[in-house]
T-cell receptor, first 117, second 113 residues
Framework: GAVVSQHPSRVICKSGTSVKIECRSLDFQATTMFWYRQFPKQSLMLMATSNEGSKATYEQGVEKDKFLINHASLTLSTLTVTSAHPEDSSFYIC?????????????FGDGTRLSIL | SQKIEQNSEALNIQEGKTATLTCNYTNYSPAYLQWYRQDPGRGPVFLLLIRENEKEKRKERLKVTFDTTLKQSLFHITASQPADSATYLCALGTNNAGNMLTFGGGTRLMVKP
């Protein structure tokens, strides 16, 4: 089945550091990838939709200068949390949907646990 | 505003019984609904998809129903096993939003041996 790899799985860093998270679709091309944030015992909150070769679409309330998204190829999207602060600590998950229409399932990476000290 | 509700309280059942999880939505007209399983510290894994014109879908021990009049989906796991313990998320999508999904809060299922 379709595989999405997310890296790193865990990051612990000091406040003010910028952190880059990679999301790769390993066996299919993904024109669209999604980035979510999940707080403990809560659901996935969509942050942005990453579109290959164009600008990402951010959800209301998500700062695009804070969460930089780059989707430079059909198999790779990156999320950079710039100048991270403790309130940015969370579980970040990416997903990719296979092309050819809507109502396709999303394939998720295993998430990145970000802890800002 | 659009709202998707799943029982936030954990569902505890005995091994071998049928687990039934609910997903209710308001102010939404989904074209399809998906169910995912999420284990702690992992990303969600797709289980089943059901479209608005389908009443029921089955896959092995899993069954999903979709009632667009009641605005509700039910997710059943028959002959439940301790390995079925996880959080189950429902997600709704529309035909004009590509693959974008809106997720419910999830229900944690605990199957006791």
């Amino acid at each position: 089945g379709a595989v999405v790899s997310q890296h790193p799985s865990r990051v612990i860093c000091k406040s003010g550091t910028s952190v880059k998270i990679e999301c790769r679709s390993l066996d299919f091309q993904a024109t669209t990838m999604f980035w979510y944030r999940q707080f403990p015992k809560q659901s996935l909150m969509l942050m942005a939709t990453s579109n290959e070769g164009s600008k990402a679409t951010y959800e209301q309330g998500v700062e695009k200068d804070k969460f930089l998204i780059n989707h430079a190829s059909l198999t790779l999207s990156t999320l950079t949390v710039t100048s991270a602060h403790p309130e940015d600590s969370s579980f970040y998950i990416c997903s990719a949907g296979q092309p050819h229409g809507s109502n396709q399932p999303q394939h998720f990476g295993d998430g990145t646990r970000l802890s800002i000290l | 505003s659009q709202k998707i509700e799943q029982n936030s309280e954990a569902l505890n059942i005995q091994e071998g019984k049928t687990a039934t999880l609910t997903c209710n939505y308001t102010n939404y007209s989904p074209a399809y609904l998906q169910w995912y399983r999420q284990d702690p510290g992992r990303g969600p894994v797709f289980l089943l998809l059901i479209r608005e014109n389908e009443k029921e879908k089955r896959k092995e021990r899993l069954k999903v129903t979709f009632d667009t009049t009641l605005k509700q989906s039910l997710f059943h796991i028959t002959a439940s096993q301790p390995a079925d313990s996880a959080t189950y998320l429902c997600a709704l999508g529309t035909n004009n939003a590509g693959n974008m999904l809106t997720f419910g809060g999830g229900t944690r299922l605990m199957v006791k041996p």
